[in-house]
T-cell receptor, first 113, second 112 residues
Framework: DAMVIQNPRYQVTQFGKPVTLSCSQT?????MYWYQQKSSQAPKLLFH???????NEADTPDNFQSRRPNTSFCFLDIRSPGLGDAAMYLC????????????FGPGTRLTVT | DAKTTQPNSMESNEEEPVHLPCNHS???????IHWYRQLPSQGPEYVIH???SNVNNRMASLAIAEDRKSSTLILHRATLRDAAVYYC?????????????FGGGTRLMVKP
């Protein structure tokens, strides 16, 4: 049973063309996270939501935005994708921020042409 | 943030035990040791965590040194499906603002 779902699994966008990646969860968790993972690197946290409270990491570029319209869904918006934004984008959830376990989705691989 | 050091890669034979080491000499008293793994083309998945005592679950065992400056993730019988990147992460979960920070990890290769 899928718990953290990411759509699409593969996304191609053009340089500078806005793109939105989506994540949904069936766990009813309070916290949702977005990570960026570039090729052969470890995942890097971009931001997270605790309920409706948005928390941005200090070094996340302004080009990246997020929305969480309800508990189940969270979106990652890249306003003007550059070639350097090509990466795997991972969504994760946890019951609370202090939870030991985060549940990750399969990721969306973004290609920028 | 306390850092961890892991070998870049390790090899194992199928059905043999695997010991994945992690050094964390600057660990603080409130840091929990977490292990996640990432199979090819998938998101990371939680494996195990511990504070001071050794821990066992259905996936693996975690052995923590008495001084807590190192730990070892033990897979009791490696299968081909265990081939993945294993991340050892320190996190003070008592601090809600303290997030999961992935380091380099160890790429485990399992030979049939």
């Amino acid at each position: 049973d899928a718990m953290v779902i990411q759509n699409p699994r593969y996304q191609v966008t053009q340089f500078g063309k806005p793109v939105t990646l989506s994540c949904s969860q069936t766990l009813n968790h309070n916290v949702m996270y977005w990570y960026q993972q570039k090729s052969s690197q470890a995942p890097k946290l971009l931001f997270h939501y605790y309920d409706k409270d948005f928390n941005n990491e200090a070094d996340t570029p302004d080009n990246f935005q997020s929305r969480r319209p309800n508990t189940s869904f969270c979106f990652l918006d890249i306003r003007s994708p550059g070639l350097g934004d090509a990466a795997m984008y991972l969504c994760a959830t946890s019951r609370v921020r202090t939870a030991y376990e985060q549940y990750f989705g399969p990721g969306t691989r973004l290609t920028v042409t | 943030d306390a850092k961890t050091t892991q070998p870049n890669s390790m090899e194992s034979n199928e059905e043999e035990p695997v010991h994945l080491p992690c050094n964390h000499s600057t660990i603080s008293g409130t840091d929990y040791i977490h292990w996640y793994r990432q199979l090819p083309s998938q998101g990371p998945e939680y494996v195990i965590h511990g504070l001071t005592s050794n821990v066992n679950n259905r996936m693996a065992s975690l052995a923590i040194a008495e001084d807590r400056k190192s730990s070892t993730l033990i897979l009791h019988r490696a299968t081909l499906r265990d081939a993945a990147v294993y991340y050892c992460i320190l996190r003070d979960v008592q601090n809600a603002g303290n997030m999961l920070t992935f380091g380099g990890g160890t790429r485990l290769m399992v030979k049939p």
